[in-house]
């Protein structure tokens, strides 16, 4: 049987015609939503030998711990992807919040097979050209920009470089550990060596996602993840975000940590307030707790600032900030940027790593960095977020039924909460089989986080799917 191989230009062609009738309509004045995609047009199995042959050398060979569609990709520019079908897709879930600059971006390219031949890997035995400038680009960025408290000319941070999100938040974790150790012995006047330490104990957040290792697992509060593994590591507390009266009890003389994400990306797409955030910052301030802002999903100008937490006043800022995903496009890297004052404790042998730090993931990452600060992504990433908003705001009164009222997040990481729990998968994969790439969080939500820098033009082309496929549930 021979597939049909769908142009996503054609179906393009017919959204823009759309998109510019919305235009002229001065503020959308449209009062019904798409329903151009209703057909699936990306469903067909593939009838390619190769494809099969990959789908069961995978089956055969891979973990089974991923459910994927039965098709396999090829190639990508910008926003789009191609499977090896030649079937194009628009990606929204770009790596899921991964991708900033798209797929296939040429000088990030070039900066790869460059850094690449010169020098790729040297291990932390030896210093390196990049590492020191990347980490140097991070604070000062921060210190420009807002956030980690280092608006204070006084103030100074550290970068400890890691792999990937979850192998940053364990570094975190572990510093924090170290702190609350010192502090205690400050305290207690006798070194924590000689035993008896109770400040051990770490915080963190109902519907948070930290990963999957033994330490950022036991502070991702989800029997889903957490109950297979278990037992855990112990001395973790639960609260809940935005809960002023339950810091008191949550946070306190033996808490070493509090991790908390200001956006939530895995567990729904949900906001911490500023007023809340004020308050765990004093309640850590109280008993002397580290404050580790997990920005690995919504940091790095996804909110169209640096971080989530830039705007935010110094008296709601972190101690540590943990960051991964798009630091290097899709390239493996995470890293933590820790305040002088608590980076202070760590000492050579203290923590590390092999591959955390090479020449080429930090050569990529500052070339990475260096783009997002200096391109406009920012102010872009604020306009293309006011007209994709605009757009999803009319969903829920297309939709009544179907959706929860507000649209949630901030930037290019928002969220579609559904009433129906059942019903975001449902979207995800009917997206999927008409060209568009979505991603579910938590149990309600859909989830939007394309490139940084996603055209207009694939904006709309998602939301008439979405819109589409609303429609016909
Ligand atoms: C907020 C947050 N923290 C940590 C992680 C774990 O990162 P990684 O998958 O790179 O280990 C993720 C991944 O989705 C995340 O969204």
């Known amino acids: 049987m021979k597939r049909a191989v769908t142009s996503l230009s054609a179906l393009q062609r017919a959204s823009r015609g759309r998109a510019a009738r919305f235009s002229t309509s001065a503020g959308l004045q449209n009062s019904s939503p798409c329903t151009r995609y209703t057909a699936a047009t990306h ?4 009838s390619s030998a190769s494809v099969q042959s990959t789908l069961a050398t995978s089956e055969n060979y891979l973990l089974p711990v991923y ?25 929204f879930s770009a790596g899921i919040a991964v ?24 291990s932390n035995v030896f210093h390196n050209e990049w590492a020191p400038r990347l980490a140097e680009l991070l604070v000062e960025l921060t210190r420009r920009e807002g956030g980690l408290g280092l608006a204070d000319p006084s103030a100074g941070a550290k970068v400890f470089f890691a792999n990937s999100g979850t192998e940053a938040n364990e570094g975190a974790l572990k510093i924090a550990r170290k702190v609350g150790k010192e502090r205690w012995a400050k305290q207690a006047g006798r070194a ?3 035993g008896g330490c109770t400040k051990t104990r770490i915080a963190c957040f109902e519907q948070g996602f930290h990963g999957r290792s033994m330490g950022a697992l036991s502070v991702t509060s989800n029997p889903k993840y957490q109950k297979p593994f278990a037992p855990l590591i112990p001395g973790v507390d639960v609260g809940t975000m935005n809960d002023m009266e339950g810091l008191q009890g949550l946070v306190g003389e033996d808490t070493c940590a509090v991790i908390v994400e200001p956006i939530q990306g895995e567990g729904g797409i949900h906001a911490a307030d500023e007023a809340w955030l004020r308050a765990l910052r004093k309640r850590c301030d109280e008993v002397g707790a580290v404050l580790i802002y997990d920005e690995i999903q919504c940091g790095l100008y996804r909110t169209g600032n640096l971080w989530a937490h830039s ?25 933590v940027l820790i305040r002088d ?22 050569a990529l990452g500052f070339h990475v960095l260096s783009r997002l600060s200096s391109d406009n992504v920012g102010k872009q990433v604020q306009e293309t977020s006011t007209h994709l908003v605009g757009r999803l705001e009319k969903l829920p009164k297309y939709f009544p039924k179907l959706l929860k009222p507000e649209v949630r997040g901030r930037g290019l990481i928002l969220g579609l909460g559904f009433k129906d729990t059942t019903n975001p998968g449902r979207v995800v994969d009917m997206a999927r089989e008409r060209g568009v790439f979505l991603l579910t969080a938590g149990k309600d939500a859909v989830r939007l986080v394309p490139s940084l820098n996603v055209p207009k033009e694939d904006v709309d082309f998602a939301v008439d799917v979405l819109e589409s496929v609303l429609s016909q549930m």
Request: aromatic share 6%; proline share 8%.
């Open 43 to 46: 469903d067909t199995p593939s």
């Open 67 to 91: 459910a994927r569609p039965q098709f396999v990709l090829s190639h990508g520019k910008g926003s789009k992807v191609w499977d090896t079908d030649g079937r194009c897709y628009v990606d």
């Open 99 to 122: 991708n900033a600059l798209g797929h296939g971006d040429e000088e990030f390219v070039k900066v790869m097979s460059e850094q690449a031949s010169k020098l790729l890997h040297t």
């Open 192 to 194: 924590w060596e000689d």
């Open 311 to 335: 705007k935010l006043p110094a008296d709601c800022q972190p101690d540590m900030v943990t960051m991964a995903k798009p630091l290097a496009n899709g390239y493996p890297i995470g890293a």
């Open 341 to 362: 004052s608590v980076a202070q404790v760590m000492t050579p042998g203290t923590h590390g790593t092999t591959f955390g730090g090479s020449p080429l993931a930090c």
